[in-house]
């Protein structure tokens, strides 16, 4: 019996919230296609849609706005456990540790079948605490005092201040803010497959997320981005980009941010990207990062056409140097990446939860014969 090793393209489950055609390049969430969200929506907007399933109304968004601006403050002990863990923890794995304190007191008695408001409460006092304590972990490891959270601020505009120390530029907000959106959702991706199967037992929300957070902390998921940014800063000019490009392939290594399970032609959230990352590089004075970036990729399709294969660059492989641009440090790049996601994991718990069922795949036993000791 042959199988699809890393269940690929085995249906697992149903979902509404988005739809990706590989054949086509194309992401939609709820119908809408990502390119026409990024142009015409804010960041608030589309969290709303994904959670909720249409475009909020302007009543509607803005009771979404005060559930993601009231509750951005740490509890105490979030806060105690960040400040007591050592500075060398990766930024992940003190993700991973915190989260589950973050947890509101509603969602974490509340029957998860029986009271759906309650757990998209829970969520979203989870969602609007993950930009504090991203910034507050930032601030801690360069040994600064963090910064507590302005409620009448913009969550990315917050979050930024609290991370810097000082206002943003507009633009720097708004390429946040669309940056976000084209990682907020993604089908059932490894970290989001993760979270609905904790999520089946009925665990409290927060630890399906902690889950998740574990499962995008990898290299070949959420941590991409950071692998391609190090990798840029390693080959160090566009012009060199060309003879590393064929180091790596004549020695059989993966190029990191490079090609993507889903995709057969090119990933939508990198075509849009990586404008945006080159303009943002510009304005920073860091576009050299990009333009390195921006050679392999193209160096990399030339070669892999002469193969027979077309791999082009994915949403990971542009987003390190925005996110660097924004003076974010790379070890917390992905960090980000579940500050936006967490919507996405949120919505697909409150799918599952509204048509319950127990995750338990079946294993084919392959192991020896019936014995004796």
């Not at 665990?203 to 998921?221: D, Q």
């Not at 849009?272 to 333009?291: C, F, H, N, S, Y």
């Not at 392999?296 to 027979?308: L, T």
Request: net charge neutral.
């Amino acid at each position: 019996m042959t199988l699809p090793k890393g269940l690929a393209g085995v249906p697992a489950d149903t979902t509404s919230i988005s739809d990706i055609d590989g054949e086509r390049g194309e992401l939609r969430y709820r119908g809408y296609s990502i390119a026409d969200l990024v142009s015409h929506c804010s960041f608030l907007d589309v969290a709303c849609l994904v959670l909720d399933g249409e475009l909020p109304t302007p009543d509607s968004r803005r009771e979404f706005e005060r559930s993601l601006a009231q509750p951005r403050a740490l509890p105490p002990a979030a806060a105690d456990v960040l400040s007591r863990l050592p500075r060398e923890t990766h930024p992940m794995t003190a993700l991973q540790v915190v989260l589950p304190l973050l947890d509101d007191a509603s969602a974490k008695s509340a029957p998860r079948l029986e009271n759906r408001a309650a757990q998209r409460e829970g969520l979203l006092a989870i969602a609007a605490k993950l930009p504090t304590t991203v910034a507050a972990l930032a601030r801690l490891r360069a040994g600064r005092t963090p910064l507590a959270p302005d409620p009448s601020l913009p969550i990315h505009a917050d979050f930024l201040r609290m991370l810097r120390g000082e206002a943003p530029h507009p633009a720097e907000v708004a390429t946040l803010d669309a940056t976000q959106i084209l990682q907020m959702e993604h089908g059932f991706n490894a970290s989001t497959f993760t979270g609905r199967t904790v999520a089946s037992t009925l665990c409290p929300l927060s630890m399906a997320l902690s889950a998740c957070v574990g499962a995008l902390y990898g290299p070949l998921h959420g941590g991409a981005d950071e692998a391609a940014y190090r990798m840029a800063l390693s080959i160090g000019d566009p012009a060199k980009a060309p003879a590393w490009v064929d180091e790596q392939l004549a020695a059989k290594e993966k190029i990191m941010g490079l090609g993507h399970r889903e995709y057969k032609v090119v990933d939508p959230r990198a075509v849009i990207l990586k404008p945006m990352a080159l303009e943002l590089a510009r304005l920073k004075g860091q576009e050299k990062v990009v333009e390195t970036l921006i050679a392999v990729d193209e160096h990399a399709e030339k070669r892999f056409a002469e193969q027979g294969k077309r791999i082009r660059a994915n949403v990971e492989f542009y987003k390190g140097a925005v996110f660097a641009a924004l003076g974010i440090p790379p070890e917390f790049f992905t960090t980000l990446f579940a500050m936006a996601r967490v919507f996405g994991w949120g919505a697909h718990m409150l799918e599952l939860w509204d048509d319950h069922k127990l995750y338990r795949p079946a294993a084919v036993y392959t192991g020896a014969g019936p014995r004796t000791v």
